[in-house]
């Protein structure tokens, strides 16, 4: 007879604040505070003994239980029953269920919903147990798994997470390469069982032909090959950003563009003046002269300006 897993009641428990006894500067005891160092350097190593270490050697012990549970019912033929049984649990606890929860993360979220245990965390065990049993970890080999593995749970995780990604781009990748235009036809190819592509060589004798050579390339050296070849395509194809002009540059810039300013305020007034001036007068002849001047000083810093800007892509 099946039995229905129950939703379970939480309890939140408040810690009491430590007392904290504060040291006044001005009798501050320099030997005395070294000694108080080496007695609390002590505590934390008696801290992380005691509470620690033997929290994680807990938790691995609570998480190979898990996965000995997982396993069984990942064989059993049973897996959706027992999948429901702890999404019903959860809901009739107030949890919110999601299309994107994975089924490992629903049981480590039901086993630790009576803790503080936040969702990233959750997410890590669950990832854990998921890798694990990809990697064809036996029902009672998940604590070992997790101690030899580098940053134990994390690093299991993320050990999961470095193969999904790689398997993303290079599906992609391929799919990119496949839509581009054919450059020639090889000769017929040796294909091993599961291949999809094999990347060649292109040769070019002293006649100008090119043939198409074989290498022999593990693998994973043609998988880190074709993403990279999906990078160069990626690339060839982007607009190049314009280079935003350095400090420096937009400093020279801004001087030559007061000066600019500053040669055309002097044009204005020349222009003012030469108004004023009688014509035909002496004056007025001078003015004129020093206006002409003043202008062509005015354009050859504006030019200035213009080259400038344009080296700089503004």
């Not at 107030?94 to 994975?102: A, P, S, V, Y």
């Not at 039901?110 to 065990?125: A, P, R």
């Not at 994973?220 to 314009?242: D, G, N, S």
């Not at 350095?246 to 305020?265: H, I, M, N, P, W």
Request: aromatic letters at 6%; charged letters at 25%.
């Amino acid at each position: 007879m099946s039995q229905t897993i129950q939703p379970i009641k939480t309890v939140k428990t408040t810690a009491s604040r430590p007392r904290v006894e504060v040291m006044s500067p001005a009798g501050f005891d320099l030997d005395e505070s070294v000694l108080k160092l080496g007695q609390l350097r002590q505590r934390a190593t008696e801290i992380d003994q005691q509470f620690t270490v033997m929290g994680r050697n807990a938790m691995i012990d609570l998480m190979s239980k898990l996965y000995v549970i997982w396993h069984a019912a990942k064989a059993s033929g049973r897996f959706d029953a027992f999948l429901g049984n702890i999404k019903s649990a959860l809901l009739a606890e107030g949890h919110e269920l999601r299309k994107k929860n994975d089924d490992s993360g629903l049981l480590v979220r039901y086993i630790f919903s009576g803790t503080q245990l936040d969702h990233k965390q959750i997410h890590v065990y669950g990832r854990s147990i998921d890798v694990a049993y990809e990697k064809g970890t036996p029902a009672d080999g998940f604590a070992d798994l997790i101690r030899k593995t580098k940053n134990g749970f994390e690093g299991l995780r993320a050990e999961g997470a470095g193969q999904q990604d790689a398997s993303a781009k290079q599906a992609i990748a391929l799919s990119a390469c496949r839509a581009e235009p054919t450059a020639a036809v090889s000769e017929e190819i040796n294909w091993v069982d599961g291949e999809s592509f094999q990347i060649l060589l292109a040769i070019k004798d002293d006649g100008g032909k090119t043939s198409l050579k074989y290498v022999p390339f593990s693998r994973e050296q043609q998988e880190a090959m074709l993403v990279q070849i999906h990078r160069c395509f990626k690339k060839a194809k982007q607009t190049p950003k314009p280079k935003k002009p350095s400090k420096l540059q937009r400093d020279l810039l801004a001087g030559f563009e007061a000066e600019v300013a500053t040669k055309q305020a002097r044009v204005r007034q020349l222009e003012i003046e030469e108004c004023m001036a009688v014509k035909g007068s002496e004056q007025a002849g001078a003015k004129s002269q020093e206006l002409e001047f003043a202008k062509q000083l005015l354009s050859a810093a504006q030019s200035t300006v213009d080259t400038l800007k344009a080296s700089f892509g503004l």
